[in-house]
């Protein structure tokens, strides 16, 4: 099943697909329900399928347009999960354990938002990767056992302002907090519909003005999926909505008038300009 938000003026409006090509509004909801909460198997049951079988009409769902898909959660990031990338940096791969940030949720954009430049920054540098979104809450989640507190897979589109962490790593938090530097969706499809060998073969790609930058399957990365969930989720609750970005096969720089992508095939396409 697939997922989208929509804003339609001061309203968020929520759509669901079985198949990617036919979609269905979901009217009526309970007041605070979020897009995650329709994809846990008790949403996908109580809210979701009796209004697919009642709904007569099929709606139009621009993905382009999409809003993003994060209504609440954290958002967590590995970093340097796949060898490509660490070597774009000229840094080794963290040995025991993932690297990793936390962002602040009011950097988001929808998908076709404009990224805004910072002044603070003379490199800024653009970035494809696969997000798990968290989907009960949860703790000390072992490796084995991660599919089952995962609701589903999105894309991001992960920014970072370069030259502050080339400058000092402990300036991570910093470098990817400005605003406009992160894009989450445009849809959320949920863990039913990829076995792990699928999720496996997905590749990821950071795409500027058409061009491939870089590319990889998710069977490239360092630390795999289970090893992510069980990583950031040691110690500390997470709150259902939580994303956990996986990390990137490579970054891009970028600069004003460039479009960059990020694409996860068959989970969806992120594309931005850049000003």
Same mark, same amino acid.
Not at 133 to 146: D, E, F, L, M
Not at 181 to 195: A, H, K, N, R, W
Not at 197 to 200: A, C, E, K, P, T
């Given at each position: 099943?697939?997922?989208v938000?929509?804003?339609?003026?001061?309203?968020?409006?929520?759509?669901?697909?079985?198949?990617?090509?036919?979609?269905?509004?979901?009217?009526?909801?309970?007041?605070?329900v979020?897009?995650?909460?329709?994809?846990?198997?008790?949403?996908?049951?109580?809210?979701?399928?009796?209004?697919?079988?009642?709904?007569?009409?099929?709606?139009?769902?621009?993905?382009?347009?999409?809003?993003?898909?994060?209504?609440g959660?954290?958002?967590?990031g590995?970093?340097?999960?796949?060898?490509?990338h660490?070597?774009?940096?000229?840094?080794?791969?963290?040995?025991?354990?993932?690297?990793?940030?936390?962002?602040?949720?009011?950097?988001?954009?929808?998908?076709?938002?404009?990224?805004?430049?910072?002044?603070?920054?003379?490199?800024?540098?653009?970035?494809?990767?696969?997000?798990?979104?968290?989907?009960? @809450?949860?703790?000390?989640?072992?490796?084995?056992?991660?599919?089952? /507190?995962? *609701?589903? #897979?999105?894309? $991001?589109?992960? +920014?970072?302002?370069?030259?502050?962490?080339?400058?000092?790593?402990?300036?991570?938090?910093?470098?990817?907090?400005?605003?406009t530097?992160?894009?989450?969706?445009?849809?959320?499809?949920?863990?039913?519909?990829?076995?792990d060998?699928?999720?496996?073969s997905?590749?990821?790609?950071?795409?500027?003005n058409?061009?491939?930058?870089?590319?990889?399957?998710v069977?490239?990365?360092?630390?795999?999926?289970?090893?992510?969930?069980?990583?950031?989720?040691?110690?500390?609750?997470?709150?259902?909505?939580?994303?956990?970005?996986?990390? @990137?096969?490579?970054?891009?720089?970028?600069?004003?008038?460039?479009? /960059?992508e *990020?694409v #996860?095939?068959? $989970?969806?396409? +992120?594309?931005?300009?850049?000003?």
């Open positions: 099943m697939r997922f938000r929509w804003k339609n003026g001061n309203e968020v409006e929520r759509y669901a697909s079985a198949d990617g090509a036919r979609w269905t509004r979901l009217a009526g909801l309970p007041a605070g979020r897009l995650v909460d329709l994809a846990t198997p008790e949403g996908l049951a109580q809210l979701v399928e009796p209004r697919l079988t009642d709904s007569a009409a099929d709606a139009e769902v621009d993905l382009d347009h999409a809003a993003t898909i994060v209504d959660g954290d958002i967590w590995a970093g340097l999960n796949y060898l490509g660490s070597q774009d940096l000229g840094v080794d791969q963290p040995k025991a354990a993932p690297g990793s940030y936390l962002r602040p949720g009011n950097c988001l954009i929808d998908n076709s938002g404009t990224i805004e430049l910072p002044k603070q920054s003379a490199r800024v540098t653009a970035e494809a990767e696969l997000g798990l979104v968290i989907g009960v @809450t949860c703790k000390n989640v072992a490796r084995s056992a991660w599919r089952d /507190v995962v *609701a589903g #897979v999105t894309t $991001v589109l992960d +920014l970072t302002a370069e030259d502050a962490i080339r400058e000092n790593p402990r300036h991570i938090p910093w470098s990817k907090g400005f605003d530097f992160c894009s989450i969706g445009p849809q959320l499809v949920t863990l039913e519909e990829f076995d060998d699928r999720l496996r997905l590749t990821v790609s950071t795409v500027r058409g061009e491939v930058v870089a590319s990889a399957p069977s490239g990365m360092r630390y795999d999926l289970g090893r992510l969930v069980e990583h950031f989720t040691a110690g500390r609750t997470f709150a259902p909505g939580t994303v956990i970005c996986t990390g @990137t096969p490579g970054a891009t720089v970028i600069t004003p008038g460039d479009r /960059v *990020a #996860v095939d068959g $989970v969806g396409s +992120l594309g931005h300009p850049v000003t």
